[in-house]
């Protein structure tokens, strides 16, 4: 029984790597907002700029990130990030900590084998606002599992960098999934449902 049960899970991991397992449908966003989250290793993260010459100016900027493993129909819908005050970015976030993030299936098999291009609707993307704060003691072990499951070289960056687990504090969530809009999402219903 259990090397069936091996089996059946193998088989979802390995249907879930090559894109198989379809986004949910379109009236369905906070499932798919939590779908896309949970299969982005990375985003784009938009900050106000604190840096001279482009002070109060948008800043983006390219940061891995996880929910939790990779397995499918997981994930806890909170997008964890691995920070140092060194990265410029986080230097903004000193400053003020509200951000947007992007997301987008366009960084999965899924928009390519379908033939859409990035700005395609239907190669979903999401975005989150809110702000960066670190996480507290209790949650470092969730965070730390989330981002090393699957960026484990994390693990080996340079110790004197001071590394510390954040997350997104999601308020906002629009879901771009299909031609005609946004749809907006509130963060109890993100959370309410399963990706």
């Known amino acids: 029984m259990a090397g069936v049960l091996f089996l059946c899970a193998a088989a979802v991991l390995l249907l879930a790597a090559g894109g198989a397992v379809p986004p949910p ?3 369905e966003a ?12 990375w985003g784009a993260l938009a900050t106000l700029s604190a840096q001279e010459g482009l002070r109060g ?3 983006a900027n390219i940061f891995s990130l996880s929910d939790g493993p990779p397995e499918p129909f997981s ?9 140092t005050d060194m990265e410029i970015s986080v230097k903004d ?5 509200n951000a947007s993030l992007t997301v ?10 379908h033939g859409y291009d990035p700005q395609n609707p239907l190669c979903a993307h999401i975005i989150f606002c809110g702000s960066i704060v670190k996480v507290k003691d209790s949650e470092v072990g969730l965070a730390k599992k989330a981002l090393f499951s699957r960026h484990p070289e994390m693990e080996n960056w340079p ?11 999601i308020t906002n969530i629009w879901v771009l999934d299909y031609f005609g809009g946004l749809k907006i999402v509130t963060p109890e219903e993100y959370y309410s449902v399963k990706p």
Request: glycine share 4%.
């Open 93 to 97: 976030l000193e400053i003020n900590s």
């Open 159 to 169: 110790k004197d960098h001071n590394w510390f687990f954040a997350k997104f504090n």
């Open 104 to 113: 987008s299936l366009a960084q999965t098999p899924y928009c390519k084998k």
């Open 30 to 41: 906070a499932r798919m907002a939590r779908f896309v989250l949970h299969n982005c290793d």
């Open 75 to 83: 994930g806890s819908g909170v997008p964890y990030l691995y920070l």
């Open 25 to 27: 449908p379109p009236e």
């Open 57 to 59: 100016h948008p800043f």
